[in-house]
């Protein structure tokens, strides 16, 4: 099974500031990699897929980039509508394994 | 656009089974297989299995398996997962939704969406 590690766990980001977020997969999953967002009570929406397009509908102050092992979500200028846990995924290899997430909070 | 609608919230005793619903509505699953994923409370998401609905094929993930049965319904576009011999770890939101699609029994790699809107199992005594 593939082993997606978040970093950070935490994030404390002020409105208008860069978030940057990490996932590393133990092993390389090309770039069959998906970014989502998921609000308190809401279901998980996807963000990215292919490591770096971004979805129908969201912003372009969302970016993905990385490939193999290393991955990277980049919010460029965050919105209050943003704060929220991130999840990374790959899509490479079953099962299918998502990382822990990153919590973006208002610092 | 096809939407996922899920079943309402369960409360179950320890030991009985729970049966949750995933409906496409606005349209069919088509080819497209459906997974459920589930999350528990405070926690991250969790891959249970999937299903190609057209062919009524499941896999599951090994930590589920012989505990989780999922099927499908073609003529009511419904994808149902069944967990039996819950325990109060069960407790959590399930989640399903649409992944790859399919030509017979093999999968394209693809990202999930959309999801449905989650349904909470409470197992209490």
């Known amino acids: 099974e593939i082993v997606m590690t978040q970093s950070p766990a935490t994030l404390s980001v002020s409105p208008g500031e860069r978030a940057t977020l990490s996932c590393r997969a133990s092993?390389?999953?090309?770039?069959?990699l998906a970014w989502y967002q998921q609000k308190s009570g809401q279901a998980p929406r996807l963000l990215i897929y292919?490591?770096?397009t971004r979805a129908t509908g969201i912003p372009a102050r969302f970016s993905g980039s990385g490939s193999g092992t290393e991955f990277t979500l980049t919010i460029s200028s965050l919105q209050s509508e943003d704060f929220a846990v991130y999840y990374c995924q790959q899509y490479n290899n079953w099962p299918k394994t998502f990382g822990h997430g990153t919590k973006v909070e208002i610092k | 656009q096809v939407q996922l609608v899920q079943s309402g919230a369960e409360v179950k005793k320890p030991g009985s089974s729970v049966k949750v619903s995933c409906k496409a509505s606005g349209g069919s699953f088509g080819g497209y297989s459906v997974t459920w994923v589930r999350q528990a409370p405070g926690q991250g998401l969790e891959w249970m299995g999937r299903i190609i609905p057209i062919l009524g094929v499941a896999t599951y993930a090994q930590k589920f398996q012989g505990r989780v049965t999922i099927t499908s319904d073609k003529s009511a576009s419904t994808v149902y997962m069944d967990v039996s011999s819950l325990r109060s770890d069960d407790t959590a939101v399930y989640f399903c939704?649409?992944?790859?699609?399919?030509?017979?029994?093999?999968?394209?790699?693809?990202?999930?969406?959309?999801w449905g809107q989650g349904t909470l199992v409470t197992v209490s005594s």
């Open positions: 292919g490591a770096s």
């Open positions: 092993q390389s999953v090309g770039t069959n």
């Open positions: 939704a649409r992944g790859g699609y399919c030509s017979g029994a093999t999968c394209m790699r693809r990202w999930f969406d959309p």
